[in-house]
């Protein structure tokens, strides 16, 4: 069955966010995507009965959950190995930030079937969304429309950085600065504030370079909140509905959607300050199939929806564990998204810097990978945002995948990646 799998879970850390902007509201096309078609889930009591030690997994799997807020799923190719959920979709932990909760009710809302986990529910991707920004503008470039040479100046003038490239920012050698360290004040923070806002600031601005473009690799999500206004630009629609009509439908996804579709980005408050509690209060479209998680800090309080989460392309996809498989089963073994060279481009190293400097960090395009001496290469990314603590993890030569999404940030997941790995090997082993 599976060959060997989990990982490095330690590489949460490489993780950022981001999300986005315009809504179409028009959410009839987004139940419509074609049904699963990959193997039913396979039954544990079947596979020990072919002689799997899944035992083993299990035990350590769930060692794991008693401190695992949220979903994993471990699969090879299309069928799925072992699924799971754990706790709550809200902690309900403290009052903090619940209007009208008083700490007597705390528990029973805790508590209540409505609340449990579901294997199926919806989580922020966090900066696990890279990668589908990267498979838009690899799709748009491999149906000619773009170059990863075109240049700012060409496709977002009204930028100061004329001389940067797509390829540039896809590998996260820009040099232009992370927003997230703007000063909160310069954004309009009545609502949410989006990429078309973002791109006001970055020209009002003109906040110079931090290095010359291609001399130092450094992870910025700016870089990949701008190629989504590309894909705008250069598809002529709107980001959401280009992913949507050519990465998530192809692929099955029925249940992924963006930040801006999932929360009305319309309604104002005062105007926020890091850490103010309005958008708290944000209203929840009715009408998504699966329930929505929300993040929690270390703490366990609720994590406030920040107003930030409207800029999508850095951040901003929402999913689950099985999404996740159908999306690495179509991008990545089946090559339905991209032709097979494409994807091998997106997977491989493409951080060289201009001087033929490899950075520390291997980067391909919205993917990080690792060689590692004893499980080989490992194709992978982290997400931290917002409460959230996720990793997607894709072993190219087994097709082994890993996802965990956790809404509870308190690293209950991190340095388990060599005890799972070990164990899928040998499951491997004994199924030679």
């Not at 997230?180 to 504030?193: A, E, G, H, L, M």
């Not at 999932?262 to 103010?276: E, Q, S, V």
Request: hydrophobic share 35%; with cysteine; aromatic share 12%.
């Amino acid at each position: 069955m599976i060959k060997r799998g989990l990982l490095a879970l330690l590489f949460l850390l490489s993780c950022c966010f981001l999300q986005a902007d315009q809504s179409t509201g028009d959410t009839s096309r987004l139940y419509s995507s074609k049904p699963i078609t990959y193997h039913p889930l396979e039954p544990l009591a079947e596979m020990a009965n072919l002689g799997f030690d899944i035992d083993s997994l299990i035990r350590f799997v769930d060692a794991m959950g008693e401190r695992l807020n949220g979903t994993l799923i471990i699969a090879r190719n299309d069928t799925i190995i072992l699924e799971r959920a754990y706790g709550y979709l809200q902690l309900y932990q403290s009052c903090t930030n619940y209007r009208g909760v008083q700490e007597s009710q705390l528990e029973s809302l805790r508590l209540h079937p409505d609340n449990k986990m579901w294997k199926t529910a919806l989580f922020d991707l966090a900066s696990i969304s890279k990668q589908f920004t990267a498979a838009a503008i690899l799709k748009l470039c491999s149906e000619g429309k773009l170059s990863l040479q075109d240049t700012l100046g060409k496709l977002v003038p009204e930028l100061p950085y004329k001389k940067v490239t797509v390829r540039h920012l896809l590998t996260h050698t820009s040099g232009i600065p992370e927003y997230f360290n703007f000063k909160y004040d310069i954004f309009d923070t009545s609502t949410f504030v989006d990429n078309a806002q973002l791109i006001r600031v970055l020209k009002r601005e003109r906040y110079p370079l931090d290095y010359p473009s291609g001399t130092r690799f450094e992870y910025r999500n700016t870089n990949y909140a701008i190629l989504a206004t590309i894909v705008e630009r250069v598809s002529g629609i709107t980001f959401e509905d280009y992913v949507h009509d050519h990465l998530f439908e192809p692929a099955g996804m029925h249940d992924t959607f963006f930040f801006t579709e999932l929360i009305d980005t319309t309604r104002h408050w005062p105007a926020a300050k890091r850490g103010d509690i309005y958008t708290q209060y944000a209203w929840i479209n009715p009408e998504i199939p699966q329930p929505v998680t929300r993040g929690h800090k270390k703490n366990g309080i609720l994590a406030l929806y920040d107003r930030f989460n409207g800029i999508l392309g850095d951040k901003g996809i929402y999913s689950n564990v099985e999404d996740m498989i159908r999306w690495t089963n179509a991008y990545f073994i089946q090559y339905e998204i991209l032709p097979e060279e494409w994807v091998a481009k997106a997977s491989t190293r493409q951080n060289t810097l201009s001087n033929g400097i490899l950075p520390k960090q291997s980067y391909g395009y919205g993917l990080r990978l690792e060689e590692s001496p004893t499980h080989g290469l490992l194709v992978y990314h982290g997400g931290l945002w917002d409460g959230y603590q996720n990793l997607w993890l894709y072993r190219p030569k087994d097709k082994v995948q890993i996802v965990f999404l956790s809404n509870y940030y308190n690293g209950a997941h991190a340095g388990k990646s060599d005890g799972v790995l070990n164990i899928i090997d040998n499951l491997i082993s004994h199924d030679r």
